[in-house]
């Protein structure tokens, strides 16, 4: 089944603490993208990937790395949370080119406290 | 760079009525596609659409692309408590996939 997992699902942290959420992909899509959905303001990216080892910034980038050293995956790291990155994220992935349909992740809802 | 807004935020109906979002893009845009999202799910592609003036119908749901390519809408007729979620519009141009902020439609039954 073609799909793109992201983990954890769910995840509580501390300011400070070093977290990465995992997201792979089993469609062999060169494009992958992280967005964060924060309620009135939809969908931002955060950064994206055209393929392996080329990541760009997207619309709200600070905070945030990944790394796309395979094609199938694209962790986004979050190397000292801070509370206002408590929000919804999507990793997405598609085929490289315009018009093709992105699909996404099931969602990782991320708290700072 | 590119925008794409989407109107309006929030849309409450009676079971029965129709319903439309609009999207508008500061730039011309090579395809336009629209997502619905439902309540603690995650977007799902509905539907693409590529030519100027482009109609597309999908049971009660018609999209429609602008003759510019500047601007589309969904139209829902007759609305169902199904059809509750949020509907974007994600246009591409010269950059990447930009998503509109999305209109939550609630439905009263």
């Known amino acids: 089944e073609a799909q793109v997992t992201q983990n954890p699902r769910y995840l509580i942290t501390v300011t400070g603490k070093k977290l990465t959420v995992t997201c792979s992909q089993n469609?062999?899509?060169?494009?992958m993208s992280w967005y964060r959905q924060d309620p009135g303001l939809g969908l931002r990216q955060i950064y994206y990937?055209?393929?392996?080892?080329?990541?760009d910034k997207g619309d709200v980038p600070e905070g945030y790395k990944v790394s796309r050293k395979e094609k199938r995956n694209f962790p986004l790291i979050l190397e000292s949370p801070s509370p206002n990155q408590t929000s919804l994220y999507f990793c997405?992935?598609?085929?490289?080119?315009?018009?093709?349909?992105?699909?996404f992740g099931e969602g990782s809802w991320l708290t700072v406290v | 760079g590119q925008q794409v807004m989407q109107i309006p935020q929030y849309q409450h109906v009676q079971e029965g009525e129709d319903f439309t979002t609009y999207c508008n893009s500061s730039t011309t845009l090579s395809n336009i596609q629209w997502y619905k999202q439902r309540p603690g799910g995650h977007p799902v592609f509905l539907i693409q659409l590529v030519k100027s003036g482009e109609v597309k119908k999908q049971k009660r749901l018609t999209f429609q692309f602008g003759e510019a390519k500047k601007n589309s809408s969904l139209h829902i007729t007759a609305t169902q408590t199904t059809d509750v979620g949020t509907y974007f519009c994600?246009?591409?141009?010269?950059?990447?996939?930009?998503f509109g902020k999305g209109t939550r439609l609630s439905v009263i039954a």
């Open positions: 997405a992935s598609k085929l490289s080119g315009s018009g093709n349909t992105i699909y």
């Open positions: 990937s055209m393929n392996v080892e080329v990541t």
């Open positions: 994600a246009g591409s141009g010269n950059t990447p996939l930009v």
């Open positions: 469609m062999n899509h060169e494009y």
